[in-house]
């Protein structure tokens, strides 16, 4: 069973945006404003990249720079849940996209401990 949970994929136009939400699953203990948070993404046919995005409780932000400018992270602390915004959606941005939970600030992806399952971002006209 995952242990974060992401919900607000979908499909969206090109030049569109979304918001993702990654929330801590109520059996899973987890307190997202004790982690770091790093959005995934993995794209048909193709590995996973990422993070896309860092974030953590204490405002340190990181953003590869194919999302740079276009993705925000944001957190609601009473919620459990962190968000991802994108802008400017772009075919290429199509792909199932994971947040996951680290206790380290890190862009190392073995060292998130808890993922989610994924939700689906279709950009297309």
């Known amino acids: 069973q995952a242990q974060l949970v992401e919900s607000g994929g979908g499909l969206v136009q090109p030049g569109g945006s979304l918001r993702l939400s990654c929330a801590a699953s109520?059996?899973?203990?987890?307190?997202?404003?004790?982690?770091?948070v790093g959005w995934f993404r993995q794209a048909p046919g193709k590995e996973r990249e990422g993070p896309l995005s860092?974030?953590?409780?204490?405002?340190?932000?990181y953003y590869e720079d194919s999302v740079k400018g276009r993705f925000t992270t944001s957190r609601d602390a009473t919620k459990n849940t962190v968000y991802l915004q994108m802008t400017q959606l772009k075919s290429e941005d199509t792909a199932v996209y994971y947040c996951?939970?680290?206790?380290?600030?890190?862009?190392?992806?073995?060292?998130?401990?808890?993922w989610g399952q994924g939700t689906q971002v279709t950009v297309s006209a």
């Open positions: 996951a939970a680290s206790s380290l600030y890190t862009v190392r992806s073995d060292l998130y401990e808890h």
């Open positions: 109520a059996s899973s203990g987890i307190t997202l404003s004790n982690k770091a």
């Open positions: 860092i974030s953590n409780s204490a405002g340190f932000e």
